[in-house]
C-alpha cells in the first residue's frame, strides 16, 4: 500500500507565503509525475502544477511565477513553494502522484487526504 501524506497548509494574510509538503511512504518501487491539485468550495478540483522524477514542471497560468513545485526523490518528498498569496487560492490542496509499486507493475494514480490553505485577511 502507498500513502500521501499532505502537510504545511494552514491561514495566511493576502500577500504571505507557505510551503506544502507531500512525503510518499509504503511499497513503492519508484515515483514518476508528481503533482499538485486544488479544490475551492463549490468548484471542481484543477490542476496547480507538476512535476516529473526528471524535473521538468508544468504550471498552470493562476499561479505561474507565484509558485514553485519541487522534489527530493531520495525522500520521496514534494513540495509546493506558494508566494504573493492571492484570496483566489484558497482551496484544499491535493498531492498526487504516480507510482509504481514493482517494477512489474505500470504507475498507477495515488492521491493524498488533502491541506487547506485559507487565504484571508
Known amino acids: 500500500q502507498v500513502q500521501l501524506v499532505e502537510s504545511g497548509g494552514g491561514l495566511v494574510q493576502p500577500g504571505g507565503s507557505l510551503q506544502l509538503s507531500c512525503a510518499a511512504s509504503?511499497?513503492?518501487?519508484?515515483?514518476?509525475?508528481m503533482a499538485w491539485y486544488r479544490q475551492a468550495p463549490g468548484k471542481q478540483r484543477e490542476f496547480v502544477t507538476s512535476i516529473t522524477n526528471a524535473g521538468s514542471t508544468n504550471y498552470a497560468d493562476s499561479v505561474e511565477g507565484r509558485f514553485t513545485i519541487s522534489r527530493d526523490n531520495a525522500k520521496n518528498t514534494m513540495y509546493l513553494q506558494m508566494d504573493s498569496l492571492k484570496l483566489e487560492d484558497t482551496a484544499v490542496y491535493y498531492c498526487n502522484a504516480m507510482v509504481r509499486v514493482s517494477p512489474l507493475f505500470a504507475p498507477r494514480p495515488y492521491w493524498g487526504q488533502g491541506t487547506q490553505v485559507t487565504v484571508s485577511s
Open positions: 509504503g511499497s513503492i518501487s519508484n515515483i514518476n509525475a
